[in-house]
């Protein structure tokens, strides 16, 4: 079986439709490189809240085991974020590049289980690439390995096996299943999704919510986007053409997540989706680049990456072998399973295979904007002080401020903290308790350890003030959500989810009225 497989994939219209360029892989491996550098630097001012014992998730919350678990200090934390730095250097520049490919992947899934609640869709693809970069020849071009190794053992600057395979139909599943999720009207009929995705305060930048004085284009947008992202990657493998298809939908998803990066505060999402897209740019493209004036320069880096290193038809490939390609076949199957299971229930991956999916990181849902939220706010959380005054622990304001910020995602100093808190606020029963109750014990803690007595918190609270976006720019539903309350001597006490949702939907039945 496996021959046949290997065989196939030799077939010189199956290489053309599902190959990748050398050099292709070779931009990948920089944009991840550079991805991972640029993850780890605006993480690191807030190792201490978000991967230590003292801050909102201590590790005896921790379920998964990581690498993290084992220390709980901030500098433990530190020591880790620069040996990740150190392996996404070598990532960067092709030293060691299967090992620092390897390593790269072992501390990011270390990290993403350690805490998360931080993270994303974008996190989780960055995840994935460097999954099955692993199995890839990502240093074969333009890389200090390809220098020290001399002449590249490859024939072709195509490869096309099992594990270039997974890479594109990775990155396709992305889209393919995000707008099999996206099934109710809002995308396709209404033509909305866009236009309530841009009325959520916490995540829209000023570009995005200057967008909404054009209903009718958010309209054709949401539909584009929907078609997109359903047939775009099917275009990316016609057998015909496929070159300029494949150009083509590159520029297309390029350009779909230069918008959603104009208009969202998304972390690296729209940038990991950009670099994943550079695995389908075909051997045209760089052949092209080749003729230009940008490659005349042979001892260029960038002139490396577009003309390779010369080839030879002696030495082994730098392959893990046939029995790597099979897993990597098998775990193919394996991710698209998962996949599949988000849209169709019956065929979700059954309990018993869904530790390894959860412990690899490779457990996937594309839900992004699937149902694009209506009600969402901002967050009040009011401390009166031993001198009894009134700080608000979230802004640092005082006296309180009640009314809209004009910035709701300024509020929070990184996207990742909102992101814990739409957690939450959105999750139920004990998960729901805990990790309100853990951010407010911080939020004293660290308050508390900043201030002398007399300014030190007494009593604290936790609203969310919900706003429910309505159609053609009516005025949105209000209403004030307490999550949170603890007194000094009195304990605390966490509002229910349910509870908070009975309450949103009173504000809604009497607005309608």
Same mark, same amino acid.
């Given at each position: 079986?496996?021959?046949?497989?290997?065989?196939?994939?030799?077939?010189?219209?199956?290489?053309?439709?599902?190959?990748?360029?050398?050099?292709?892989? $070779?931009?990948?491996?920089?944009?991840?490189?550079?991805? !991972?550098?640029?993850?780890?630097?605006?993480?690191?001012?807030?190792?201490?809240?978000?991967?230590?014992?003292?801050?909102?998730?201590?590790?005896?919350?921790?379920?998964?085991?990581?690498?993290?678990? &084992?220390?709980?200090?901030?500098?433990?934390?530190?020591?880790?974020?620069?040996?990740?730095?150190?392996?996404?250097?070598?990532?960067?520049?092709?030293?060691?590049?299967?090992?620092?490919?390897?390593?790269?992947?072992? &501390?990011?899934?270390?990290?993403?289980?350690?805490?998360?609640?931080?993270?994303?869709?974008?996190?989780?693809?960055?995840?994935?690439?460097?999954?099955?970069?692993?199995?890839?020849?990502?240093?074969?071009?333009?890389?200090?390995?390809?220098?020290?190794?001399?002449?590249?053992?490859?024939?072709?600057?195509?490869?096309?096996?099992?594990?270039?395979?997974?890479? !594109?139909?990775?990155?396709?599943?992305?889209?393919?299943?995000? $707008?099999?999720?996206?099934?109710?009207?809002?995308?396709? /009929?209404?033509?909305?999704?866009?236009?309530?995705?841009?009325?959520?305060?916490?995540?829209?930048?000023?570009?995005?919510?200057?967008?909404?004085?054009?209903?009718?284009?958010?309209?054709?947008?949401?539909?584009?986007?929907?078609?997109? @992202?359903?047939?775009?990657?099917?275009?990316?493998?016609?057998?015909?053409?496929?070159?300029?298809?494949?150009?083509?939908?590159?520029?297309?998803?390029?350009?779909?997540?230069?918008?959603?990066?104009?208009?969202?505060?998304?972390?690296?999402?729209?940038?990991?989706?950009?670099?994943?897209?550079?695995?389908?740019?075909?051997?045209?493209?760089?052949?092209?680049?080749?003729?230009?004036?940008?490659?005349?320069?042979?001892?260029?880096?960038?002139?490396?990456?577009?003309?390779?290193?010369?080839?030879?038809?002696?030495?082994?490939?730098?392959?893990?072998?046939?029995?790597?390609?099979?897993?990597?076949?098998?775990?193919?199957?394996?991710?698209?399973?998962?996949?599949?299971?988000?849209?169709?229930?019956?065929?979700?991956?059954?309990?018993?295979?869904?530790?390894?999916?959860?412990?690899?990181?490779?457990?996937? /849902?594309?839900?992004?904007?699937?149902?694009? &939220?209506?009600?969402?706010?901002?967050?009040?959380?009011?401390?009166?002080?031993?001198?009894?005054? @009134?700080?608000?622990?979230?802004?640092?304001?005082?006296?309180?401020?009640?009314?809209?910020?004009?910035?709701?995602?300024?509020?929070?100093?990184?996207?990742?903290?909102?992101?814990?808190?739409?957690?939450?606020?959105?999750?139920?029963?004990?998960?729901?308790?805990?990790?309100?109750?853990?951010?407010?014990?911080?939020?004293?803690?660290?308050?508390?350890?900043?201030?002398?007595?007399?300014?030190?918190?007494?009593?604290?609270?936790?609203?969310?003030?919900?706003?429910?976006?309505?159609?053609?720019?009516?005025?949105?539903?209000?209403?004030?959500?307490? &999550?949170?309350?603890?007194?000094?001597?009195?304990?605390?006490?966490?509002?229910?989810?349910? @509870?908070?949702?009975?309450?949103?939907?009173?504000?809604?039945?009497?607005?309608?009225?």
């Amino acid at each position: 079986m496996e021959g046949r497989l290997l065989r196939f994939l030799r077939h010189d219209v199956v290489r053309r439709t599902f190959g990748i360029d050398l050099r292709s892989l $070779a931009a990948l491996r920089i944009g991840l490189g550079l991805l !991972l550098l640029a993850d780890l630097g605006t993480r690191a001012p807030f190792l201490s809240a978000h991967l230590s014992d003292s801050g909102i998730l201590p590790r005896e919350d921790v379920s998964a085991f990581t690498l993290y678990s &084992l220390g709980g200090s901030t500098l433990f934390a530190g020591f880790l974020f620069a040996v990740a730095a150190a392996f996404a250097l070598l990532l960067l520049v092709g030293r060691f590049t299967r090992v620092a490919t390897l390593a790269s992947w072992v &501390l990011l899934v270390s990290l993403h289980l350690r805490n998360p609640y931080l993270i994303d869709s974008g996190d989780k693809l960055l995840a994935l690439l460097l999954f099955w970069g692993i199995f890839l020849p990502l240093g074969t071009r333009a890389s200090l390995d390809a220098r020290t190794r001399g002449p590249s053992a490859f024939e072709t600057d195509l490869i096309c096996t099992p594990a270039s395979l997974a890479l !594109l139909l990775q990155v396709a599943f992305v889209y393919v299943f995000s $707008a099999l999720l996206k099934d109710g009207p809002l995308w396709l /009929k209404d033509g909305t999704a866009i236009y309530y995705a841009l009325h959520v305060d916490l995540i829209t930048t000023d570009f995005g919510r200057s967008l909404l004085r054009y209903p009718a284009a958010l309209r054709v947008l949401s539909r584009g986007t929907w078609l997109l @992202e359903l047939f775009g990657p099917f275009l990316a493998f016609v057998p015909v053409g496929s070159a300029w298809f494949r150009i083509a939908m590159v520029a297309a998803f390029v350009a779909l997540h230069i918008g959603f990066a104009l208009c969202f505060h998304l972390v690296l999402f729209p940038y990991v989706c950009i670099v994943a897209w550079l695995a389908f740019l075909p051997s045209a493209f760089w052949d092209a680049l080749q003729r230009t004036r940008i490659a005349q320069g042979t001892r260029s880096f960038a002139s490396t990456l577009i003309r390779g290193l010369p080839r030879s038809r002696r030495g082994p490939s730098p392959s893990l072998g046939t029995a790597a390609e099979v897993l990597a076949a098998v775990i193919l199957v394996y991710v698209f399973w998962w996949n599949a299971g988000t849209v169709l229930p019956k065929l979700a991956v059954p309990e018993s295979l869904r530790p390894l999916g959860e412990q690899l990181c490779l457990r996937q /849902k594309w839900s992004m904007f699937a149902s694009p &939220l209506r009600a969402d706010g901002w967050w009040v959380m009011p401390a009166t002080l031993q001198d009894g005054s @009134e700080v608000d622990l979230h802004t640092g304001a005082a006296p309180v401020r009640w009314e809209k910020p004009e910035d709701v995602a300024a509020t929070f100093p990184t996207s990742r903290c909102m992101k814990w808190l739409t957690y939450a606020w959105g999750a139920s029963g004990p998960e729901h308790r805990d990790l309100i109750a853990s951010y407010a014990a911080w939020l004293r803690r660290e308050w508390d350890a900043r201030h002398a007595a007399p300014e030190r918190v007494e009593s604290l609270r936790i609203l969310y003030r919900a706003e429910e976006t309505r159609p053609d720019d009516l005025p949105p539903y209000r209403c004030d959500l307490l &999550l949170y309350e603890w007194k000094s001597g009195a304990g605390e006490h966490v509002v229910p989810f349910a @509870e908070s949702l009975v309450a949103l939907q009173a504000a809604r039945a009497a607005g309608a009225k």
